[in-house]
């Protein structure tokens, strides 16, 4: 087996975290849904499709960044890098108040990115230890 180039390695982790996000954010909805909890699995969807919009602009963002090299980034990633937080907290906040969906749930599907990065370090490691 010939060693895979780090690099190329990291394309691929990289091009595999938002279908890693999206399975732990189903399959996290599915079993809540499970237990017939409905408005929990909402508030869960909810907080996971907001927590994978917010992985897709930063990795917008930081490639606009990269890719710029001397010339300006795009005014879109401007835009993204603006609106994110205040966006973010506005919708927490929004839950908070309101009470429509529980905020408990909300914040627990914003750690689906988080979990979805776990599960990816956990296979390089299971690949780095195989080849090793």
Not at 67 to 85: C, D, E, F, H, W
């Amino acid at each position: 087996m010939t060693p895979a180039i780090p690099a190329m390695d990291l394309e691929r982790a990289e091009a595999r975290l938002p279908r890693w996000m999206m399975a732990l954010g189903a399959a996290g909805t599915l079993g809540i849904l499970a237990s017939a909890h409905l408005r929990f699995a909402a508030g869960f969807a909810l907080g996971a499709g907001t927590g994978i919009l917010n992985y897709h602009w930063l990795h917008h963002i930081v490639e606009a960044l990269v890719n710029a090299g001397t010339a300006r980034p795009p005014k879109t990633a401007l835009a993204k890098v603006i609106v994110r937080y205040p966006l973010l907290f506005a919708g927490v906040y929004l839950f908070y108040r309101s009470g429509w969906l529980p905020f408990e749930a909300v914040l627990a599907g914003f750690f689906v990115p988080v979990g979805g990065v776990l599960i990816e370090a956990l296979a390089l490691l299971r690949r780095g230890w195989a080849g090793s």
